[in-house]
């Protein structure tokens, strides 16, 4: 297997991490940025960026890519703000957009030069569930659907180089994040539960191993998908 270098984004936690360890036991090697680098225990490279912040994460990224021959990057970094339609704080809304696409055209316009050159690349999008129809989550949904489209379109303009672009959408799954708006035992627990036909909450090690394939040479006539990972919940949603 060839060793690769994929950049991922959010490395320190949730899926980021299990992905971060799921690459680093295939053998390749993984740059991480996060808010917080002290974690010693971080399988690879882990960098400290507010990705929030424009200028400092061009600043970031241009000095990476001179120290590393990217292969791929994954776009994993997430910001949610819950709002119902009526009381969606504009703020908010905008801050949905810079801290969960601005990062990700800023990662795939740094990397994407030398994997041009070398012919060979893999962008892998983390989108979500919520995209088609989740109470409380305009800004949030607006975002991930975003992440679909920027998917289509650049897996169109990309497909002649070797380099394939693809999106993973996970249904509820337990991360932090989640567990920070639905707590064990919760209301808000039950109700994402009631979303996934298997009943359960997706884990971190299985979005990683998902988004591991796409990122494989094995993914390589793969292109402008969307991989919904959700325990069935996109096809067979109860009411939410």
Known sequence: MTQRTFLITGASKGIGRALSNRLAA???????????????????TL???????????DHTLAALVERYAFDGVVNNVGFVRLA?????????????????????VQTVQALLPRMRERGWGRIVNLSSLVVLGVTNRTAYAAAKAAMMSFTRTWA???????ITVNAVAPGPTETEM???????????????LSLVPMNRLGKTEELAGAVAF????????ITGQTLFVDGGASVGRAAF
Not at 214 to 221: H, Q, T, V, Y
């Open 84 to 104: 119902r339609v009526g009381e969606i704080g504009l703020d908010d809304l905008e801050a949905s957009f810079r801290h969960n696409l601005t990062p990700a």
């Open 156 to 162: 169109l303009e990309l497909a002649q180089t070797g």
């Open 47 to 57: 960098v400290a960026t507010d990705l929030s912040d424009r200028d400092a994460t």
């Open 214 to 221: 796409m990122l494989s040479e094995d993914a390589g006539f």
């Open 26 to 44: 295939d053998g390749h090697h993984v740059v991480g940025l996060a808010r917080g680098a002290d974690d010693p225990t971080f399988p690879g």
């Open 178 to 192: 989640l567990r920070q708006n639905a707590p064990v035992g919760s209301e808000a627990e039950r109700r994402f």
